[in-house]
Every structure is written in structure tokens, then in C-alpha cells.
């Protein structure tokens, strides 16, 4: 099975530019998580799809933050007008439903505004 | 509201050692599931374990061990005979049954010295 996987690794933006990540979770997983990492932080939760349905989202996903799954299959997070507060690293996950709410996280992207 | 805490932050030991990394949780709920994730410095986290919060069972998996007390909260995990390769921040994490949402402890960086 190909794992979580996720594009780009890195990226490094100017303040007030938009960004757009793209995760393609393990195949046949209809749950996807996005979560955010500061450093020395553990992850925090942004937004829950199940299949294409975006399903819940958390108080830390600002109106500059949108996610998608057009398909159900991948997921892509836009942030608009980026600041510096939004440097972290996004983490993507996903869950089959069966396995009791096993998450299986890619490897991230790492966001750097300048 | 659901909480994990990790009180070491960072950990430093030389081969060969035993060394427990503490989890607290809180939560209201009787119905749970707590986690380890192990995040090495490629940034993916890996999952380790899963137990539900019937099962107090202790686990064993090779040189590692999980000890789940509910009476005091904890869920710790001991690495023995620890290997350099053992190296990593890691998260424990607990989930409410019917929730998605994964709730992180702060995580322990772990170093292990040859």
C-alpha cells in the first residue's frame, strides 16, 4: 500500500501570497484530517473530510483557509493572504473508518512566510 | 474539553537504557482511545499504538511497552534496551469515540546517545 503522501515537501512564500497544498491519502481511505504543527507543538486539527464532504472544522481554520475534496480522493488546503503566523508544518491524514480511528499521517508540508 | 499532557519535553539517554516517556490525559468521557505517535526527523508521524479505554491490558511489542492506568489517567511507554534508531518526538494523543478529531500532547524529543 502507497502511504499518505503529500505536495509540496516545502515551501517558502512571501507574506500576503496565496499557497496551495495538495494530499493523496492511502488509496481507498474515504477520511481525510489536515492538522497543523507549530514548532515544539504537537499537531493541532483543522478540518475533517469524510469522502467529499467536508464535515467538520476547527476554530483555528480562519476565514483565509479553505479546503477541498473535490472527488473524494485527494485534498488540496489553500491559505490566501498569507502571514507569518500561518509558518508551520500541515499535516495530512487519513482513515479507512474501519481500523477504530487510526490516522496515517504523510509527511507533511513545511510553510516558511517571509 | 479533552487535554494530553507530556511533562518531559526532551529526554536524553545512552544506549542500551530503559527510559519511560509519560502521557496524562483528561477527559469526561468513558469511551476513548489513546495513541502514540512516533515522529522521526523526516516529519512523518507513526503510528505506534492504539488502546481503547476498556482495555487495560498492558502491551508488549518487542523492546516496546505501553502501561494504561485509568484510575490515575496515564498512559506511558517504555522503550527498553533503547537503540540509537529510537530517536524521535513522541506524541501521545487521545480521540472520543465518535469524534475525528486527534487531540496531541506537546510531545517528548527523545535522544538516544551512542
Known amino acids: 500500500d502507497t502511504g499518505v503522501s503529500q505536495d509540496p515537501r516545502h515551501k517558502i512564500t512571501k507574506r500576503g501570497q496565496n499557497v496551495t497544498f495538495r494530499c493523496d491519502p492511502i488509496?481507498?481511505?474515504?477520511?481525510l484530517y489536515w492538522y497543523r504543527q507549530t514548532l515544539g507543538q504537537g499537531p493541532e486539527f483543522l478540518t475533517y473530510f469524510q469522502n467529499e464532504a467536508q464535515l467538520e472544522k476547527s476554530r483555528l481554520l480562519s476565514d483565509r483557509f479553505s479546503a477541498e475534496r473535490p472527488k473524494g480522493s485527494f485534498s488540496t488546503l489553500e491559505i490566501q493572504r498569507t502571514e507569518q503566523g500561518d509558518s508551520a508544518m500541515y499535516l495530512c491524514?487519513?482513515?479507512?473508518?474501519?481500523?477504530?480511528?487510526?490516522?496515517?499521517f504523510g509527511p507533511g508540508t513545511r510553510l516558511t512566510v517571509t | 474539553a479533552q487535554k494530553v499532557t507530556q511533562a518531559q519535553t526532551e529526554i536524553s539517554v545512552v544506549e542500551k537504557e530503559d527510559v519511560t516517556l509519560d502521557c496524562v490525559y483528561e477527559?469526561?468521557?468513558?469511551?476513548?482511545?489513546l495513541f502514540w505517535y512516533k515522529q522521526p526527523p523526516s516529519g512523518e508521524l507513526v503510528f505506534l499504538i492504539r488502546?481503547?479505554?476498556?482495555?487495560?491490558q498492558n502491551e508488549i511489542s518487542g523492546r516496546y511497552s505501553w502501561n494504561f492506568q485509568k484510575s490515575t489517567s496515564s498512559f506511558n511507554f517504555t522503550i527498553t534496551a533503547s537503540q540509537v534508531v529510537d530517536s524521535a518526538v513522541y506524541f501521545c494523543?487521545?480521540?472520543?469515540?465518535?469524534?475525528?478529531?486527534?487531540?496531541f500532547g506537546q510531545g517528548t524529543r527523545l535522544t538516544i546517545n551512542p
Open positions: 488509496s481507498e481511505h474515504n477520511r
Open positions: 494523543a487521545l480521540i472520543l469515540q465518535g469524534a475525528q478529531k486527534l487531540v
Open positions: 488502546r481503547n479505554s476498556f482495555d487495560e
Open positions: 477527559t469526561r468521557d468513558t469511551t476513548y482511545y
Open positions: 491524514a487519513s482513515s479507512s473508518g474501519l481500523a477504530a480511528y487510526e490516522q496515517y
